[in-house]
């Protein structure tokens, strides 16, 4: 699905990623773990097309498509999500109307008609249960006066709405108490397919419990320097990243 | 030749012509207007209250006049519709400066409310026109109140006597329509007497391509506990300039409502002057301005707290793109003894491209030491994280753009009181957004 070959990456100038390679399968989910300032969010931001960040080397590649040469809202359409680290606050915009002119351009993108307003509020209301999201929030603007909680809950609430097929979650669980992370990670869950995949950036074994990663890789100083399977991510819990530095 | 000269010399040239075919009340005030004008010249970019619309430069093309006052073969009833539907209005029309009175709406207003030509009513009402016409706009203040003045012909009254309700809708269309570039110089007078309540819509609209210049002038009386709601909705375009000075005296519990908003347009200045006379009167004020192209918005307010007890509250927001430019000066004057003013004025604009310009000028001056007041403005962009997750989340950037932009000026939309209007405007925006509202879309003549 997703492949990431040599992947150098830069910032005003600052080189954050030195040659990442990734490839993530149907199905899989990988987990992303790594040090403040290793570079996880760049990689998730450089997926999805964040314009203050320059591929300077190296490619993606999206079900065999050219991911860089797309605009960030074309690789929506062809499926991938990211759920943010800090989602926006957007005052004035609507959730529904937000949601409608997402939803509808990715259906536009792949030839399809616009939803009609009561099909698309039916959706709405099915799709809101998966992260028990109060039909209030719904009403509101985007994100504006959510507690931390309802943000990210937001966030899965929009991945179910847009169905992508690669999601990327930035510290999802930054920021949540224990009842909410099981909301999230339970309404992630329910979203799964065996066509589905996705990368769970996160500092903490926590999430990981409920997401159950096939694959877990070690990020530092811009390079994956570790991979292996969910007890690397158990072992790096117990007993932090030191020993890992050391090993290089 | 500079800008003043040519009005001075069409007014010696013309002025025979020109108060023939006007009346007697607006022929007594055309000399001192025309003194006034000729010392004065207009205000140069020093002036305090002209310092963002370069004046001389809009008076500086040739336009023409209809000095003779010939018919506009044209039916307004029959060609206009107007773009604010389920409302039921008692609609009257303005063409060019003539208050159309071939036809007029089939509704009843309540006795004794007029709603007329200046002229005819200074017939048949000498004394409240003597009274009124003039008393707030004086030309020794103002070069447009001079010019206009000087020059105008006719205009609209609306008059709402003592204790009278008047529940529909008044709406004004005023139609600029010519086949050479023109001027027009449009008079309007508004008095609600003690009591009284009223609500007026004024819609512009510009139905031939040509350029046109138009001045306005009103001047506005609310009495005593009367209640007026007026909204002026510009939808010309990029030919037409409009330079309108309004004034505005409220007397004790009284409440006015005055909305601007400008849609599409050339170049714009709306003054307005409002005297809270009476304790107890309170002024609310929202304005929306969108422009783009090298259009110019330019709104200047003045609240002069005269009295004790009064509120004043100005929202105004605009949002520019291309290479607009917007401007707002809003000064609130609060005088010695005008204890307990609550005065409120707000000013937020978005620059959607490098290249607009805003010009924000808060001003507060207090003579009072026991009043609540508060003044800001802000100047900013669309927002870079904002539309980074629209467009994760597959909004294409233009529609990203354009649902922030709307989402701007939703809130001074929303504030309008005028249901129909409301709901009207956030579709005419979002349109206006989307480079959809062409000028005149639903008029017969430009089909």
Same mark, same amino acid.
């Given at each position: 699905?997703l492949e990431?070959i ?6 005003n ?6 040659g990442i ?12 773990m ?10 998730s ?15 993606i590649?999206?079900?065999g498509?050219n ?23 957007i ?6 109307n937000?949601?409608?002119?997402a939803l509808n ?12 307003a009561?099909d ?6 099915e799709?809101?249960?998966?992260v ?24 899965i ?5 847009l169905e992508p097929?690669l ?18 990670a ?7 397919t ?6 769970v950036?996160t ?5 990981l419990?409920?997401l159950?990663?096939d ?11 570790k ?5 690397l ?6 007993r932090g ?8 | 030749?500079?800008?003043?000269q ?7 040239q ?13 022929n007594?005030r ?8 000729r010392q004065?010249g207009?205000p ?16 500086s093309?040739?336009y023409?006049l209809n000095l003779s ?15 604010v ?5 008692s609609?009257?029309?303005v ?7 071939k036809?007029?709406?089939k509704?009843q ?7 007329s ?11 409240l ?14 070069a ?18 003592r ?7 008044i ?5 600029l ?7 027009v110089?449009r ?5 609600l007497e ?5 609500r ?12 046109f210049?138009?001045?306005q ?6 009495g005593?506990?009367?209640?007026l709601?007026?909204?002026?909705l510009?939808e010309?375009h990029?030919?037409c ?23 599409q347009?050339?170049l ?15 002024v609310?004020?929202n304005?929306?301005?969108?422009a ?10 003045l609240?002069?707290?005269?009295a ?8 105004? %927001? ?6 607009a430019?917007?401007?707002?000066a809003?000064r609130?004057?609060v005088?010695?003894g005008a ?5 409120k004025e ?9 290249t607009a310009?805003?010009?924000?000028q ?9 009043? %609540?007041c ?10 870079d ?18 649902l ?5 000026v ?5 504030s309008?009181?005028l ?11 979002e %349109?206006r957004?989307?480079?959809e509202?062409?000028?005149? %879309? ?6």
């Amino acid at each position: 699905m997703l492949e990431i070959i040599d992947l150098h990456a830069s910032i005003n100038g600052k080189e954050i990623l030195k040659g990442i390679n990734l490839t993530v399968r149907d199905g899989e989910v990988h987990a992303l773990m790594g040090q403040n300032g290793a570079g996880k969010s760049t990689l998730s931001n450089v997926i999805v097309g964040h314009p203050s960040y320059e591929v300077t080397q190296g490619q993606i590649l999206f079900n065999g498509k050219n991911l860089l040469e797309m605009k960030p809202e074309e690789r929506a359409h062809e499926g991938i999500f990211l759920s943010f680290q800090q989602p926006v606050e957007i005052p004035g915009v609507s959730m529904v109307n937000f949601m409608r002119a997402a939803l509808n351009a990715k259906r536009k993108y792949w030839g399809q008609e616009p939803l009609s307003a009561g099909d698309f509020l039916k959706l709405m209301r099915e799709k809101r249960r998966i992260v028990e999201l109060d039909n209030k929030l719904a009403n509101r603007s985007v994100n504006e006066g959510f507690s931390g909680g309802e943000k990210k809950r937001n966030e899965i609430f929009q991945m179910a709405m847009l169905e992508p097929t690669l999601s990327i979650l930035d510290e999802t669980d930054s920021g949540l108490d224990v009842d909410a992370l099981r909301i999230v990670a339970e309404g992630f869950n329910k979203l799964r397919t065996p066509q589905t995949s996705a990368i769970v950036i996160t500092h903490y074994q926590r999430l990981l419990d409920y997401l159950k990663p096939d694959i877990v890789h070690v990020l530092m100083n811009g390079r994956i320097v570790k991979t292996d399977g969910p007890q690397l991510a158990a072992e790096i819990e117990k007993r932090g990243f030191d020993w890992i530095k050391e090993e290089q | 030749m500079n800008s003043e000269q040519q009005y001075i010399d069409l007014y010696l040239q013309a002025q025979e012509l020109i108060c023939r075919h006007s009346s007697s009340l607006m022929n007594s005030r055309r000399q001192e207007a025309f003194e006034a004008f000729r010392q004065s010249g207009f205000p140069g970019h020093q002036a305090e209250r002209y310092k963002y619309t370069d004046v001389a430069q809009v008076f500086s093309p040739d336009y023409g006049l209809n000095l003779s006052r010939l018919d506009i073969p044209v039916n307004p009833y029959e060609v206009f519709r107007c773009d604010v539907p389920n409302l039921s209005t008692s609609l009257y029309f303005v063409l060019n400066d003539q208050f159309y009175d071939k036809a007029l709406p089939k509704v009843q207003l309540p006795d004794g409310v007029i709603v007329s030509s200046l002229n005819k009513a200074s017939v048949q009402h000498p004394e409240l026109l003597e009274r009124c016409y003039g008393r707030l706009a004086r030309s020794g203040k103002d070069a447009i109140n001079a010019l206009n003045t000087m020059l105008a012909q006719d205009g609209l009254l609306v008059y709402v006597p003592r204790g009278v309700v008047v529940d529909r809708t008044i709406q004004v269309v005023n139609i600029l329509r010519a086949d050479v570039d023109l001027m027009v110089n449009r008079r309007v007078l508004v008095v609600l007497e003690d009591g009284a309540q009223a609500r007026i819509l004024v819609c512009d609209h510009a139905l031939d391509d040509r350029n046109f210049l138009a001045t306005q002038v009103s001047e506005i009386f609310v009495g005593e506990n009367a209640h007026l709601e007026l909204y002026e909705l510009e939808e010309t375009h990029v030919k037409c300039r409009r330079m309108s000075n309004m004034y505005v005296q409220m007397q004790a519990n009284s409440t006015a409502v005055l909305d601007s908003i400008t849609l599409q347009n050339g170049l714009t200045r709306n003054r307005a002057d409002v005297r809270l006379d009476g304790p107890g009167a309170e002024v609310y004020m929202n304005g929306c301005v969108i422009a783009d192209q090298k259009q110019h918005v330019d709104n200047n307010t003045l609240i002069d707290h005269a009295a004790a007890h009064c509120q004043s509250h100005q929202l105004y %927001k605009y949002v520019l793109d291309d290479e607009a430019v917007g401007a707002f000066a809003g000064r609130i004057l609060v005088r010695e003894g005008a204890q307990h003013t609550v005065s409120k004025e707000t000013n937020a604009n978005l620059c959607a491209s490098r290249t607009a310009r805003m010009y924000a000028q808060p001003m507060l001056e207090i003579y009072a030491d026991d009043v %609540k007041c508060s003044h800001g403005s802000t100047v900013g962009q669309l927002g870079d994280a904002a539309l980074f997750y629209m467009r994760q989340r597959g909004i294409p950037e233009d529609e990203a753009r354009m649902l922030l932009k709307f989402a701007f000026v939703g809130e001074v939309i929303d504030s309008i009181r005028l249901e129909s209007l409301r709901d009207r405007l956030h579709h005419l925006a979002e %349109k206006r957004f989307r480079g959809e509202l062409s000028r005149c %879309k639903d008029c017969k003549l430009c089909k």
